[in-house]
């Protein structure tokens, strides 16, 4: 049987992180993430409800988030769930899932919206609008797990908007060469 763990979450972090070191000298930090639902109900009244999860994040990841971030600021994890499980001091036994981050991405305060979906693929709307990679760091997309800018990507181009019988030819002569080193695979 074929198991899979993945969690994808936007929301808002709801208390200042606190980064702590394990035994082995491993970083750990603890997030609480509010994530938002709104909609519509049967009657046409607006309605909203706010989901609180725990979350721990490890290692480099958790040094970057607990110097970056604070409480209220949006943040897109990607995770897995982990079941912890304890006594507690009156001998009941007690559980709590949370999520263990695997991946994050920051986000600007608009893209935060709660609304249950969307892309956290871009910080900054720019980032499509084809800027160089010269462009002044403050408009770069970084990825901060893996301490590098992140490729830019071009804009998207405007297909020509050709009739059926104005499709234009290529003469033989003229058509592109293609090795096999043209070829990405």
């Known amino acids: 049987m074929a198991n899979f763990n993945k969690v994808l979450?936007?929301?808002n972090i709801t208390r200042d992180l606190e980064l702590k070191y394990l035994p082995?000298?491993?970083a750990v930090c603890d997030i609480g993430l509010a994530v938002n639902r709104t909609w519509t109900g049967a009657d046409g009244v607006k309605k909203e409800e706010v989901t609180f999860v725990d979350c721990s994040c490890f290692g480099k990841?958790?040094?970057i988030l607990a110097k970056y971030k604070k409480k209220g600021d949006p943040l897109f994890i990607e995770?897995?769930?982990?079941?912890?499980?304890?006594e507690a001091q009156d001998g009941s036994k007690r559980s709590r899932m949370r999520v263990v981050?695997?991946?994050f991405q920051f986000l600007n305060r608009g893209q935060a919206g709660g609304y249950g979906g969307g892309a956290a693929q871009a910080a900054d709307p720019g980032e499509y609008a084809g800027e160089s990679a010269a462009a002044p760091a403050s408009r770069q997309q970084?990825?901060?797990?893996a301490g590098r800018p992140m490729q830019q990507r071009p804009a998207p181009q405007q297909a020509p908007n050709y009739d059926a019988g104005d499709v234009p030819s290529?003469?033989?002569?003229d058509a592109p060469q293609i090795s096999s080193e043209d070829i990405p695979f």
């Open 142 to 145: 970084f990825n901060r797990a």
């Open 101 to 103: 981050v695997e991946n």
């Open 61 to 63: 990841q958790a040094e």
């Open 170 to 173: 290529v003469p033989a002569d």
């Open 9 to 11: 979450l936007m929301g």
């Open 24 to 26: 082995n000298q491993t």
């Open 79 to 86: 995770g897995r769930l982990k079941l912890d499980q304890w």
